[in-house]
Nanobody, 123 residues
Framework: VQLQASGGGLVQAGASLRLSCAVS????????MAWFRQAPGKEREFVSV????????YYSDSVKGRFTVSRDKTKNMVYLQMNSLKPEDTAVYYC?????????????????WGQGTLVTVSS
């Protein structure tokens, strides 16, 4: 499985941004596709996950209600729509894939990672 994230950039607080993750090397029928982020000096943390087939989604408390994860099966794409961005959302965002969907919020469960894309939110 290969993943490639894109869509990061510099935005002001309150703005929106959509990240994209191109996925290849499937099939992905048993996979969870997730977004993690890592701020400077901090550990990588879970943001959101979508189960490829069931459309179940889960979010961290810090982004719930502001971020929306989705996927397009026809294009093999996973998206993260980020609204009402805050300076504390500043981080490198990574997409990742796992078959261990029961451990969806743990970095150790993921063995496929894309390169990161930087999101910077200015105040």
């Amino acid at each position: 499985v290969q993943l490639q994230a894109s869509g990061g950039g510099l935005v002001q607080a309150g703005a929106s941004l959509r990240l994209s993750c191109a996925v290849s090397g499937g099939p992905f029928t048993k996979y969870g596709m997730a977004w993690f982020r890592q701020a400077p000096g901090k550990e990588r943390e879970f943001v959101s996950v979508i189960i490829w087939t069931g459309e179940n989604t889960y979010y961290s408390d810090s982004v719930k209600g502001r971020f929306t994860v989705s996927r397009d099966k026809t294009k093999n794409m996973v998206y993260l729509q980020m609204n009402s961005l805050k300076p504390e959302d500043t981080a490198v965002y990574y997409c990742a894939a796992t078959v261990k969907v029961w451990d969806y919020d743990r970095t150790s469960a993921y063995n496929f990672w894309g390169q990161g894309t930087l999101v910077t939110v200015s105040s």
